[in-house]
């Protein structure tokens, strides 16, 4: 009797599963398409095909999915496929994308497995504490997106750009309040630096994070606030508040507000470093790196993820395999020793 | 009239008093800012105050009940089950998940099922009942397959079996 | 305001046969799959990042709310079921539910909480559709200084869990704010209490400590039960059957009436507090659960009231519309199922922000109708698996519970890739089965736990705004509206305690 019930329930659950399949194994065949339209688009790229096979590869992403991060490797995913590799998305969140990278960083150097990375992770976590790996125990591969943040002010500050802001707090000392994201990290670091408060007499407030900062500006709680400029576009062509300055490394103007100024024609040498790359576990094969580098050369190219890129605030900017060694170890030359000694006297404070 | 009792509220309120009382004393030795040490502070005062709280209930109050935990033997089973638990993630991750997931079933079910055989005396019929079990096994570790790794694309290590 | 030539191209685009279809989809998987532990998160994500791609918006986005809204239900039929809650959302149902499931009630249960949940869940839809403007425009006066009188107004409630003794109310509150701070420090990245384990920094993430905390405990009890008592193990089966197969009455319309109150103040809970970026459905459900534990008249609240359920699931569902208020006001994503729409629409094309609904009208009422259409969806399929998953409690423990076990496993390292939820989830089953062991309350551990990184975080920053000064706190009329509440709340509470000790003691 019991035995019927349990079959019969089992029936029932594997009815329940199934359907649920239905909606798996549709995910092939859309899979598809993208390709076709692909080959509609760009016929020039029929070299491809002679690669020698399609290869998987996983490419983890420190943070949770639908950010910034997350969506910037889900484009790029979807576009290696043309380029004959399948690239799985792996979101690992925990500890400002650190957990993933050391996670990565311990992986076998044949696991094809890659890190989604910018400097935060690779070199001011690990500058501010063991986090159980550094840069150097992984291959780059290759850098491809940029994303801009910028300083924000609330609606109606009584000052228009960034000279007016410092005179602004030079005049009223104590009165300004800047809210960044989190505080002894490398944006309040850099925030520090576009407005040293050795000179500068303001508050900084760490908030928890982009959408934060751009609620408590619109809110007027903060009087400034450094967020990413995907956030604080569609806030500043309402009018809930205006973007003063970009902090772009990589490009002067960011193209999707090229009207707004960079932070260097201030005369402030405090460009973020934030581009994302692609890292292999040390070791890697540098046939792989080689040929991933290249398929990111051409996706760099590619309209649509250029555009896709620009809807998430971001630049699409391709450097290869030995520039994006030499950018991550310019900002570790010029910035870290910088920033350690910055969080040195933080944590006196 | 006050009648002192030493229940076993009094005992464990005392010790969740001096263990939060010796985490409060060595937050004073911790490396960090006072306001990182804010709400750990409020919290181990407030574990302590809450022992304190428990302890002089049972102490000063006789006609409160008192308290009598089930006195059934749970330690085995509060070690074993996470133990087990914890040996199958560990072992769907290092050996397979189809492997391990049907491995931990059909064990556990055998086991079972010649206990209960042995009990009843019906050992004769047993296989077919294991047969069915380890059918039952099979289908729910497909279930799986499908449902973390087919549908959620669950991310999985390599294992070498699968 | 209204743009009627938008609503209907949005009813003609929702009211085709694939949108319906996408939908329908969204729910049963939602449902069914949402009910094991740990997946309702991550299933969304896992599902619907990868067509966004390529599907047209409206079909993602009915994949994306049919599974929001049915994992978000189906927690809480596991819950009802087995004790074991499918989401975090549904924590605060297992108390009542699987109490009237024990007593033979399941099929009322899971009943009420199916009603419950489609109801608290059209009502917050309206609210979002009706009141989106002004409670939208509401969320950016609420800063640091505003946010910490209304979280310590919700950690008030604690006191509410503790009146029955005080000791074990107050320790079970220390245990949750203990839990919450360890790890990184939210602000400075300081390392609190971590012990030098590098897992550990990530600090204790709520859905793996919610599930473990409380479906551990209860695989504990079954395996030892299965082991230590043979002669039950295979009857325990029978014993459920034999309750069961009583000819279960279902929900009466007299009794989902009669918890208007529970229904009603689950619902204004849930929609007021699940429009502000960071409660999320948890809280809203043990803030709603403790409130109405104060005005219900149900003298078995707590140990088997079927309001107690209505609560808890109208809170749980009535955050699903209001979540996406300050995502549609501001493009500002208030949890992770808003932030994975606003990418969802992001990667169509779509730029989230203040102008939305002006810039894309159509779009937005799609979504609103969207969010209705799913509701009729998620009764109807609720109540076809009801008779399901009532059959699954009579299937014999020895074969049931190591299934559930292996389940809670894997799906706890699914919702982040992360080995070490596993041994999270089982450190909080055994703090679990201390709680009990020793008759403490569990909603004071889930309050504060709940609470204390969201007060913290504000009460830090106002103290950082205000350079110190503590008058900031009570400056906005907001702030000063949130700390009469608190102090009446409390005042209320410990009132009303006096006079029912009083009663007993009359007796």
């Not at chain 2, 428990?54 to 089930?70: Q, V, Y």
């Not at chain 3, 919700?154 to 109310?169: Q, Y």
Request: a negative charge.
């Amino acid at each position: 009797m019991t035995a019927k019930r349990v079959f019969f329930v089992l029936l029932a659950l594997t009815l329940v599963f199934a359907l649920g399949m239905m909606a798996g194994c549709e995910e092939p065949a859309p899979e598809e398409e993208p390709e076709e339209e692909a080959v509609e688009e760009e016929p020039e790229e029929e070299a491809v095909e002679e690669e020698p096979e399609d290869i998987e590869i996983d490419i983890v992403v420190g943070f949770a999915a639908g950010g910034s991060n997350d969506l910037s490797a889900r484009y790029m995913a979807e576009k290696f496929a043309d380029y004959g590799i399948q690239a799985n998305v792996v979101n690992m969140p925990g500890g400002m994308g650190t957990e993933a990278a050391y996670h990565v960083s311990t992986q076998s150097p044949d696991s094809n497995m890659f890190m989604w990375a910018h400097p935060l992770i690779m070199l001011f976590e690990p500058a501010a504490g063991d986090r159980g790996f550094t840069i150097h125990d992984f291959d780059p591969v290759a850098l491809l997106a940029s994303p801009t943040f910028c300083i924000g002010s609330k609606a109606g500050a009584p000052w228009e750009d960034m000279d007016d802001l410092v005179q602004y707090i030079e005049d009223n000392p104590g009165e300004v309040t800047l809210g960044g994201q989190g505080e002894g990290n490398m944006m309040h670091f850099i925030a520090e630096l576009i407005l040293d408060p050795d000179e500068l007499d303001y508050t900084y407030v760490g908030l928890e994070g982009g959408a934060d900062v751009a609620l408590n500006l619109t809110g007027g709680h903060v009087d400034v606030g450094h967020l990413s400029l995907a956030a604080a576009r569609p806030l500043h062509q309402d009018g809930d508040l205006t973007v003063l300055v970009n902090t772009q490394i990589l490009v002067e103007r960011d193209p999707l507000m090229p009207d707004i100024p960079n932070v260097i024609e201030f005369g402030i040498d405090a460009q973020e470093p934030h581009p994302l790359a692609l890292w292999g576990p040390k070791g890697t094969d540098p046939a792989l790196i080689t040929r991933m580098s290249e398929a990111m050369s051409q996706i760099a190219q590619d309209p649509e993820l250029i555009a896709n890129y620009e809807g998430a605030g971001m630049i699409a900017h391709y450097l290869d395999t030995d520039d994006t060694w030499d950018f991550f170890m310019d900002v570790e030359e010029n910035m870290i020793p910088r920033f350690k000694e910055w969080l040195a006297d933080y944590e006196t404070r | 009239m006050i009648t002192f009792r030493v229940t076993l509220n009094v005992k464990i309120g005392l010790l969740i008093m001096i263990l939060s009382a010796a985490a409060f004393i060595w937050t004073y030795f911790m490396p960090l800012r006072s306001m990182e040490l804010f709400i750990p502070r409020i919290s181990l005062g407030l574990m302590g105050f809450g022992g304190f709280l428990i302890m002089l209930k049972d102490f000063l109050e006789s006609a409160e009940k008192i308290f009598e935990p089930s006195r059934e033997k749970i330690l085995p089973y509060l070690i074993g089950v996470p133990a087990a638990m914890w040996l199958y993630g560990w072992s769907f991750r290092n050996i397979g998940l189809l492997t391990s997931t049907f491995l931990f079933l059909t064990i556990w079910w055998v086991s079972i099922s010649i206990r209960d055989a042995k009990r009843t005396e019906t050992m004769q019929s047993v296989t077919p009942k294991i047969l069915k079990l380890a059918a039952l096994a099979f289908l729910i570790t497909a279930s799986v397959q499908l449902l973390f790794i087919e549908l959620l694309n669950m991310y999985m290590p390599r294992t070498f079996l699968p | 305001m209204f743009d009627m030539d938008a609503m209907r191209e949005a009813f003609f685009i929702v009211f085709a046969l694939d949108t319906v279809i996408f939908i329908m989809i969204g729910v049963v998987v939602g449902i069914s799959v949402g009910a094991i532990p740990g997946l309702a998160h991550s299933l969304p994500i896992a599902l619907v990042l990868p067509f966004s791609f390529v599907l047209p918006i409206h079909q993602t986005m009915g994949l994306l709310l049919g599974t929001y809204k049915g994992g978000t239900y189906g927690g809480s039929i596991t819950a009802i079921s087995f004790g074991t809650p499918g989401t975090s959302g549904a924590a605060a149902t297992v108390a009542d539910g699987y109490a009237l499931t024990k007593l033979g009630k399941g099929k009322k249960a899971l009943e009420m909480g199916l009603y419950a949940s489609v109801t608290g869940d059209v009502l917050s839809d309206l609210a979002l559709i009706f009141l989106v403007v002004p409670i939208g425009m509401m969320a950016p006066r609420f800063g640091p200084a505003e946010l910490s009188a209304l979280y310590f107004l919700a950690l008030s409630l604690v006191v509410v869990f503790s009146t029955e003794n005080p000791g074990k109310g107050i320790l079970s509150a220390g245990i949750g704010f203990f839990l919450a701070i360890i790890g990184r420090d939210i602000l400075t990245g300081g390392l609190r209490f971590t012990f030098g384990v590098r897992y550990l920094e990530a600090g204790f993430p709520l859905v793996p400590l919610l599930i473990g905390f409380f479906a551990v405990p209860e695989i504990i009890k079954q395996f030892k039960e299965i082991i230590s008592k043979p002669e039950q193990s295979g009857i325990v089966g029978e014993v459920a059957e034999r309750i069961l197969s009583l000819k279960e009455e279902g929900l009466t319309l007299k009794e989902f009436i009669g918890s208007w109150r529970g229904l009603g103040l689950g619902t204004i809970i849930g929609t007021l507090l699940g429009a502000l970026p960071g409660p999320g459905a948890t809280l809203c459900s043990y803030t709603a659960y403790s409130v109405t534990s104060q005005f219900s008249k149900d003298v078995n609240y707590g140990k088997g009231a079927l309001e107690g359920v209505a609560t808890a699931e109208a809170a749980n569902n009535a955050t699903c519309g209001a979540t996406f208020i300050p995502l549609l006001t501001f493009g500002i994503p208030g949890s992770s199922i808003a932030a994975l729409l606003m990418a969802a629409l992001i990667m169509e094309g779509v730029p989230v922000g203040p102008r939305v609904v002006v810039d894309h009208t159509v779009v937005v009422y799609t979504l609103f109708l969207l969010l209705l259409l799913a509701n009729p969806f998620n009764l109807l399929f609720g109540k076809l698996l009801i008779p399901v998953y009532s059959k699954l409690t009579k299937i014999p423990a020895a074969i049931l519970w190591p299934v559930i076990a292996i389940v809670l496993v894997i799906g706890t390292y699914a919702l982040n890739n992360r080995p070490f939820d596993i041994v999270i989830c089982l450190i909080a089953g055994l703090i679990g089965y201390f709680f009990k062991w020793f008759k403490l309350p569990d909603g004071p551990l889930v309050l504060s736990f709940l609470v204390t990184p969201l007060f913290e975080a504000n009460f830090r920053q106002a103290l950082t705004i205000s350079r110190g000064d503590l008058t900031y706190f009570f400056a906005s009329g907001i702030s000063q509206v949130l700390w009469i509440v608190t102090v009446a709340t409390i005042i209320l509470f410990v009132r009303k305690r006096r006079k029912t000790e009083g009663k007993i003691a009359g007796d």
